[in-house]
């Protein structure tokens, strides 16, 4: 039964990566989730601004003694290690170490230089691939769509000229028109794109008039969002393309398969099944081939997605017509 499966050039034995997420702080559940069948792993984001804050508190201090005594100067840190990064980078270097399969470092970074610096770091430390997670605050009425889908474009164009490793993309769900903005991404040189970022939850606390934010557990009905966005760009676009978000058994990585994902990113499962959870959902997908019989997973891929509808917008109307009326 062949499950493999190539993913921003990497050739990969299955399609079951971890996504970023707490999982891969740990080297022993780093080496526990390669040997349950992890094909590759997804570090946690840098983030450019928690670096920032820490390289300003730095400075003050410096400052704040730098005249207290003549040797004060030799202890200035050197300019080339930017404080707050060296432990990422070296987490990196560890789990590189520790694991045999592809490791992908994540990255949030806010400044065009902040994200070619942080990114050829990341590259020099071993990272096989590096996913970039672009985020604009919904909230801000000073920046047109038009302009936010620039930036991104021109950072990618930044990030890919600079560096050797593949590229990809974590995008929103919430673009104006995504097709033509992932085939924009795309154009620019983007190795894969990534379905979707998950935004924290916001409620309000009536009582102690306080905002409450939280980070849920993704559950499988925030599958469908995500098929639906693979199978608009499935076999339109040359990147790579994952699914993160509503992935927890062989169903959903089936479905994930069907719609065009080249791979499919699991987190929520394996915080609430534990590592082994990789096994059980290979084994679900290679009884359903089984019993179907296909050979090779790559044979299904994007079998349902629109490649195949001359004229996909209109396709998509006359379905949400029909579903209205």
Known sequence: ????????????????????GPLTDDLDMVRELEDAGAAALVLRSLF????????????LNIESHSESFAEAAS???????????????????RVKQAAGIPVIASLNALTPEGWVWYAHLIEQAGADAIELQMFH?????????????RRAIEIVRSVKGALRIPVAVKLSPLQT???????????????GLIMFTRFHHVDIDMENLEVVRTMLRSG??????RLRATAAIAGRVK????????????????????AGAHVTQLVSALLLHGPDHLRTVRAGIEAW??????????????????????????????????MLS
């Open 1 to 20: 039964m062949d499950l493999s499966t190539t993913y921003l050039g990497l050739r990969l034995p299955n399609p079951l990566v971890v996504g970023a």
């Open 48 to 59: 450019e601004d928690e670096i920032t804050g820490e390289q300003m508190d730095a400075v």
């Open 75 to 93: 202890y200035a840190p050197d300019s080339e290690v930017l404080p707050g990064a060296d432990e990422y980078l070296e987490h990196l270097h």
């Open 137 to 149: 605050p919904a909230s801000d009425m000073t920046t047109s769509a038009a302009e936010v889908e």
């Open 177 to 191: 028109a995504f097709a033509h903005f992932a085939a924009q991404l795309d154009a620019a040189g983007a190795d």
């Open 220 to 225: 499988p009905m925030q599958l469908s969002l």
């Open 239 to 258: 990147a790579s393309l994952a699914i993160t978000g509503g992935v927890h058994d062989a169903a959903d990585v089936l479905k994930a398969t069907m």
């Open 289 to 322: 081939m089984r019993e179907h019989e296909w050979n090779a997973l790559g044979e299904m891929r994007a079998n349902m997605s629109l490649e195949r509808i001359p004229d996909p917008a209109a396709y998509e109307r006359a379905n949400f017509r029909s």
